[in-house]
């Protein structure tokens, strides 16, 4: 069973340009998560999303960030325009349900570097 | 507020020694407890994790954990490490079973020959 996909893997991009990473989850999780995890630190949820729902979005700088996640499946993270504080790692999550402890796996993530 | 507090970075050990890697939270509701393991360059992958039931919780690898209520601790612990295990570990906790995981800052784990 493939796991999250995510690409790119990595991308480096000049200040004040915009980006955007793709995560394809796990056939059949109808939860989706966006992290960011810095240098040195734990992830951080960004949003959560319930199919095509975006139920929790508290955490999301919504003057530069936006997501969306068309059909309930794949999902996209945009940032525009990027700054230098930007530079993360970009994880995505998903699971099968949102409660009860339910296992969230993980993608590789994408490697956000701004210049 | 909840929160995860892994007090040791980095944790060098030599290889067939054992380990055991710190994380106490703060919480004023029950909790469930995981680790989690990130190699360089991937996701993070579940190791273990505490729901209810037995306080000693056995996971992949070797890897088990204790939780602790009364010292609201959950340390990782392995019997003898392998350069294999050599990456970053992270302990997490879910208020009340809900989604959201608050992550610790992690301990790097460096297994030396």
């Known amino acids: 069973e493939a796991g999250v996909v995510q690409s790119p893997r990595y991308k480096i991009i000049e200040k004040k340009q915009p980006v955007a990473f793709w995560c394809n989850p796990i056939?059949?999780?109808?939860?989706l998560y966006w992290y960011l995890q810095n240098l040195g630190q734990g992830p951080e949820l960004l949003i959560r999303?319930?199919?095509?729902?975006?139920?929790?979005d508290s955490q999301l700088p919504k003057d530069r960030f936006s997501a969306e996640r068309l059909k309930g499946v794949d999902s996209t993270l945009k940032i525009q325009p990027a700054e230098l504080g930007d530079s993360a790692v970009y994880l995505c999550?998903?699971?099968?349900?949102?409660?009860?402890?339910?296992?969230?796996?993980f993608g590789p993530g994408t490697r956000l570097t701004v210049l | 507020a909840q929160s995860v507090t892994q007090l040791d970075s980095q944790v060098p050990v030599f290889e067939e020694a054992p380990v055991e890697l710190r994380c106490n939270y703060s919480?004023?509701?029950?909790?469930?407890l995981f680790w989690y393991v990130q190699y360089p360059n991937q996701g993070l992958q579940l190791l273990l994790k505490?729901?209810?039931?037995?306080?000693l919780v056995k996971g992949i690898n070797g890897f088990e954990a204790e939780f602790n209520k009364s010292q609201t601790s959950f340390h990782l612990r392995k019997p003898s490490v392998h350069i294999s295990d050599t990456a970053e570990y992270f302990c997490?906790?879910?208020?009340?079973?809900?989604?959201?995981?608050?992550f610790g800052t992690g301990t790097r784990l460096k297994v030396l020959a």
């Open positions: 056939s059949g999780h109808n939860t």
């Open positions: 999550a998903s699971s099968f349900s949102q409660g009860w402890g339910n296992e969230q796996f």
């Open positions: 999303y319930e199919n095509e729902e975006a139920v929790d």
């Open positions: 919480s004023s509701v029950s909790v469930y």
């Open positions: 997490a906790v879910s208020e009340g079973g809900t989604y959201k995981y608050i």
């Open positions: 505490y729901l209810s039931g037995s306080t």
